[in-house]
């Protein structure tokens, strides 16, 4: 019987290498992490954005992160006005300003987006709950 499995496992093709991350993908993997700390520091009446440093542009109210290989990564969510923003930035020109802002409606939940950034993570280390 040993000799079979020993047969059978050398037959078996060896398990395909996964692909190698791009610079893109390394970046926003760790902005995933800092993204997901910053929030868990956040109380209830706090959500994250992004401050844009080109002069007075404001905060992005960040709803998403992504990367397009090999080399950008992209934020996008909404201005102070509501205006639909994206943010695009080649991985080796990202700097980031991660910022707490007031709720946009008081009486709605904290809106956390760690949550959406990872697959497998399930929330609630917002510090205070409100990720559920």
Not at 19 to 27: N, R, V
Not at 94 to 119: C, H, M, Q, W, Y
Not at 121 to 126: D, F, H, L, R, T
Request: proline residues 6%; aromatic residues 8%.
């Amino acid at each position: 019987m040993g000799t079979q499995v020993m047969a059978k496992a050398a037959t078996k093709k060896p398990a395909k290498p996964e692909k190698p991350k791009s610079p893109a993908e390394w970046a926003h993997d760790r902005l995933v992490i800092y993204i997901r700390n910053f929030e868990s520091q956040l109380d209830a009446k706090h959500e994250i954005a992004l401050g844009l440093a080109a002069d007075a542009a404001g905060v992005l109210r960040i709803e998403g992160l992504g990367y397009f290989d090999p080399d950008m990564v992209t934020f996008y969510g909404r201005d102070e006005n509501g205006a639909r923003t994206q943010l695009i930035q080649h991985y080796s020109q990202l700097s980031v300003t991660l910022r707490a802002v007031s709720k946009e409606v008081e009486s709605d939940p904290p809106r956390r987006i760690g949550f959406n950034l990872e697959p497998g993570w399930i929330g609630g280390e917002s510090g205070d709950g409100s990720v559920g």
